[in-house]
């Protein structure tokens, strides 16, 4: 029987031809965690499993278009931002955003590849600062996202400084950048919030891999569509994410993508 109230996740990132990031993540993470996605291409890429070769905006006009026509359709119950190629779409974006109070917003901070390739700008960050900071209900950066967003000695000043512009919290993974201390087999993620901080541990994969910022921050935004808690979200958005990474394939000598439906 097909569920009339299936959920609606509002996705706005770019295209990774290879399948192992961006919209073809989202949309794969999304359905897997028991919602739809709905998607708007932010930018188009030249990439393989190794890197980002090119990254080409989609129009502003096209962006808006196709975003208010999909709200003008569907009742949004979550959205996810990825990749925000240049300040124009972030501008369009924020007053897309504006439209949509109350709804949970999660945001991957897409700065560089995997392989490398810087995405972003300096002032695109103070931008995305400035502009998005105060709409997000939950960030996803790693250690490094985090670091270039927000000065500080340590995570948690880099955090309360994020809070501060208005974000309500802050998932922090450490898979490229380890925490001191944590044991060379483990991985260790933090949720902050304004009343509260919770650490998961997760076994350690080996290998690179190729999307995996996507396919949590995706898996996140399904699980709050469906209803559940920010804290259990969080959870089983990792778990949803470590499991597909660990069956993950390479199909050549590059990164590894994960592979989300299992």
């Known amino acids: 029987m097909v569920d009339a109230k299936l959920p609606v996740v509002l996705v706005m990132a770019g295209h990774d031809p290879t399948g192992g990031a961006g919209l073809i993540a989202d949309s794969e993470a999304i359905a897997a965690n028991g919602a739809w996605a709905v998607t708007v291409p932010t930018a188009l890429t030249v ?3 190794h890197n980002v070769l090119k ?11 196709m975003a208010w026509a999909l709200l003008d359709e569907f009742e949004i119950a979550a959205i996810k931002i990825g990749l925000i190629a240049d300040v124009a779409l972030l501008e369009v974006i924020e007053d897309i955003l504006r439209a949509c109070p109350g709804i949970p917003l999660v945001v991957d901070p897409v700065f560089k590849a995997g392989g490398g ?3 972003s700008t300096g002032v695109l960050i103070d931008e995305f600062r400035r502009r998005l900071l ?3 209900d939950i ?3 790693n250690r ?8 500080g000695l340590d995570d948690v000043e880099r955090v309360v400084s994020l809070m501060t512009l208005g974000c309500q919290a802050v998932l922090v993974t450490a898979t490229d950048e380890p925490l001191a ?3 060379a087999d483990e991985v ?3 949720l902050h919030t304004p009343e509260t901080s919770r650490q998961w541990r997760w076994p350690r994969l080996s290998g690179h891999y190729h999307g995996s910022g996507c396919t949590l921050a995706a898996a996140l935004a399904a699980r709050l569509a469906v209803g559940e808690r920010l804290v259990n979200a969080c959870e089983q958005a990792q778990r949803f994410t470590w499991e597909s990474l660990s069956r993950g394939w390479q199909p050549g000598d590059g990164q590894m993508l994960p592979r989300r439906h299992h």
């Open 47 to 49: 990439q393989t499993t």
């Open 55 to 65: 990254v080409m905006p989609c129009s502003v006009g096209v962006v808006r278009d």
């Open 117 to 119: 390739a810087e995405l």
């Open 134 to 136: 105060p709409l997000v």
């Open 139 to 141: 960030l996803t950066p």
């Open 144 to 151: 490094q996202e985090l670091a270039r967003l927000a000065p």
């Open 181 to 183: 201390g944590t044991p």
């Open 188 to 190: 260790v993620h933090t």
